[in-house]
């Protein structure tokens, strides 16, 4: 089995665990006709079938990454799982700069270029979220705005 494979394989077992919990998911009598689960069921739909897609035609050129490019996956991993824990706690605002700019960092290695994009996104995203999209974030944490 092909690297390719497994990891169409590890997917799948994700993109389950993912529809799984989206079928979790409560709705109110009120929500919209399209409801809180269909965006969820979307994602774990594609990425279902993109893993038997994997599985099916793996690459005959696969390549494992190397080390530097491994340790910059488990990073972004890591501000991820960080930035997933701390929007509830910290807001949205300032867990999006600090990962984004991260992010940034890694794809450019340019510090001022790396904050820019992260204040633009960070305050852009809450924007069009807030705003446009009528989503109820919380913008920064309760500490700072009182």
């Not at 799984?20 to 809180?36: K, N, Q």
């Not at 897609?53 to 340790?71: E, F, H, K, N, S």
């Not at 450019?108 to 809450?126: D, K, N, Q, Y």
Request: no cysteine; hydrophobic share 55%.
């Amino acid at each position: 089995m092909r690297g390719d494979q497994i990891f169409g394989l590890v997917m799948i077992f994700a993109a389950l665990g993912y529809l799984f919990s989206a079928a979790g998911i409560e709705t109110s009598f009120l929500s919209d006709p399209v409801g809180p689960r269909v965006f969820p069921y979307i994602v774990g739909g594609v990425i279902l079938v993109s893993s038997v897609v994997m599985i099916l035609q793996p690459d005959p050129d696969a390549a494992w990454p190397g080390r530097a490019m491994l340790a910059k996956l488990a990073l972004t991993l890591v501000v991820m799982v960080v930035y997933a824990v701390s929007v509830p706690r910290f807001g949205f605002v300032l867990p999006t700069v600090i990962a984004s700019a991260i992010l940034s960092y890694q794809i450019s290695p340019r510090p001022g270029p790396a904050v820019l994009t992260g204040l633009g996104l960070g305050v852009g995203l809450f924007v069009i979220f807030k705003y446009a999209l009528g989503l109820g974030l919380i913008g920064l944490p309760p500490a700072i705005t009182g």
